[in-house]
């Protein structure tokens, strides 16, 4: 069965500054799908950014960009030039490819606090 | 576009009563998704509905169930509520084609049980 982990139950960063959030996942497929999505206050998840397995370039999104180390089973998020809009609970989830299931699988939260 | 809707926004229920959430997708999205998020442990994946059938199962006991109506909104039903069920339950839709990968999610509907 897959797994996600994420180590890191809060984090904290100053506004400008750059703040890298982990994630270390296990699964047996080759491909797949990592996503990192952003809950508010709103609670409303919002998607940050994906990667798909099979691609070795690692995806960026404006500031914010992913370490895929794929033999690692790793995937970090980073988020450059921190702004007071990021503070939110991040989650790092998989996704299997193909579709079989649907069904993402999502680690248990990293609290991002941002500090003026 | 209207996004993911939910309702009731909160709920609040006795244990051994049933509650019953509503999700409405994506205008054009035939899949929809249910979620459980407790405190402290991320989402839990709970069902997949697309076309109107059941397509796949958390490991969550059977009075959790939930339908989907011809027009792809889906009802989540939880029977006998226990107060652990207390949870917010989080509803997303995507196109059957593309999956998971361009899931978007509601706001949520905050279910807590005394």
């Known amino acids: 069965a897959q797994t996600v982990t994420q180590s890191q139950p809060e984090m904290s960063v100053q506004e400008a500054e750059t703040v890298t959030l982990s994630c270390t996942y296990d699964?047996?497929?080759?491909?797949?799908?990592l996503f990192w999505y952003k809950q508010p206050p709103s609670r409303q998840m919002i998607l940050v950014i994906r990667?798909?397995?099979?691609?070795?370039q690692n995806a960026t999104e404006n500031r914010f960009s992913v370490n895929f180390q794929k033999a690692a089973k790793s995937f970090s998020l980073k988020i450059s030039d921190s702004q007071l809009g990021d503070a939110a609970m991040y989650f790092c989830?998989?996704?299997?490819?193909?579709?079989?299931?649907?069904?993402?699988?999502f680690g248990t939260g990293t609290l991002l606090a941002v500090q003026p | 576009e209207a996004g993911v809707t939910q309702s009731p926004t909160h709920l609040i229920k006795t244990r051994g009563q049933q509650a019953t959430l509503r999700c409405s997708p994506i205008?054009?999205?035939?899949?929809v998704y249910w979620y459980q998020q407790a405190l402290g442990l991320g989402l839990q994946f709970l069902l997949w509905?697309?076309?109107?059938?059941?397509?796949n199962r958390g490991n969550f006991p059977p009075r959790f169930s939930g339908r989907q109506f011809p027009n792809y909104s889906s009802e989540l039903n939880v029977n006998a509520l226990e107060l652990e069920d207390s949870a917010l339950y989080l509803c997303?839709?995507?196109?059957?084609?593309?999956?998971?990968?361009?899931?978007?999610f509601g706001q949520g509907t905050r279910l807590t049980v005394v």
């Open positions: 699964t047996s497929e080759s491909d797949y799908y």
């Open positions: 509905y697309d076309e109107g059938e059941e397509r």
């Open positions: 990667q798909e397995a099979y691609k070795q």
């Open positions: 989830a998989y996704g299997p490819y193909g579709g079989a299931t649907n069904k993402l699988i």
């Open positions: 997303a839709s995507s196109l059957r084609q593309t999956s998971n990968t361009e899931a978007f």
């Open positions: 205008s054009g999205h035939t899949s």
